[in-house]
């Protein structure tokens, strides 16, 4: 089957702009995980969320950071205002459930360049 | 709070060599560990995990990794050592005993292997 997808998987934008990045679990996964990887550093952990729990948003480094997810599909995170220290890839994951032994899988990640 | 460390920024070892990736954590509880790895440009690929039983855990690829407890370390291992596996591995870990956030991974800062043919 598929395995997790990411979209643009590259986005430049200016300072001051908004930007969306998409993902797509693999399909029956209840839990999904957005991370954040600045260059040459690990990946850093900014929301989770599980069915229809509500989200854990504890690793959001700024309110110009939001995120949404429809059910268990679709996931949508937002920067407002984009400053220069938000580039790095954005990774997001998704997990059968959110048990402590699930494995999370990963997609290819999406590189925001702000300029 | 839960922490991983990879001492290591980078590895060289030869093509055919055994190749060793180190990992130490720090969890107040009981940790599940997992192994990464990241080709460029390429998102995160699971190898393995450790979740309880047999300390030895075998992954993708032929890599294993050993859990120990006393020395709190994970350490990755293949026996003979490919051109293809120079990537960037992460070592991560989960605190299962932390409560809420234990469906956080937190991972380690990643060490550049390079195997040289």
């Known amino acids: 089957g598929a395995g997790v997808s990411q979209s643009p998987s590259n986005k430049v934008t200016e300072k001051g702009k908004d930007v969306e990045l998409r993902c797509d679990p693999i399909?029956?996964?209840?839990?999904l995980y957005w991370y954040r990887q600045r260059l040459g550093q690990g990946l850093e952990f900014l929301i989770y969320?599980?069915?229809?729990?509500?989200?854990?948003k504890s690793g959001l480094p700024s309110d110009r950071f939001s995120a949404e997810r429809t059910g268990e599909s679709v996931s949508t995170l937002t920067i407002q205002r984009t400053q220069q220290e938000d580039s790095a890839v954005y990774l997001c994951?998704?997990?059968?459930?959110?048990?402590?032994?699930?494995?999370?899988?990963f997609g290819p990640g999406t590189r925001l360049t702000v300029l | 709070a839960q922490s991983v460390a990879q001492p290591e920024d980078q590895v060289n070892v030869a093509e055919g060599n055994p190749l060793t990736v180190k990992c130490t954590y720090s969890?107040?509880?009981?940790?599940?560990l997992f192994w990464y790895v990241q080709y460029p440009n390429r998102g995160l690929q699971f190898l393995l995990k450790?979740?309880?039983?047999?300390?030895l855990v075998k992954g993708s690829y032929g890599f294993e990794a050993e859990f120990n407890k006393s020395q709190t370390s994970f350490h990755l291992k293949k026996p003979s050592a490919l051109v293809s596996d120079s990537a960037l591995y992460f070592c991560?870990?989960?605190?299962?005993?932390?409560?809420?956030?234990?469906?956080?991974?937190?991972f380690g800062k990643g060490t550049k292997l390079s195997v040289i043919p």
């Open positions: 994951a998704s997990s059968l459930a959110g048990g402590f032994a699930d494995t999370q899988y």
């Open positions: 399909s029956g996964h209840t839990a």
């Open positions: 969320f599980q069915g229809n729990s509500a989200p854990d």
């Open positions: 969890v107040s509880g009981n940790p599940y």
């Open positions: 450790y979740i309880t039983g047999d300390n």
């Open positions: 991560a870990v989960r605190d299962i005993d932390s409560g809420a956030g234990s469906y956080q991974l937190t």
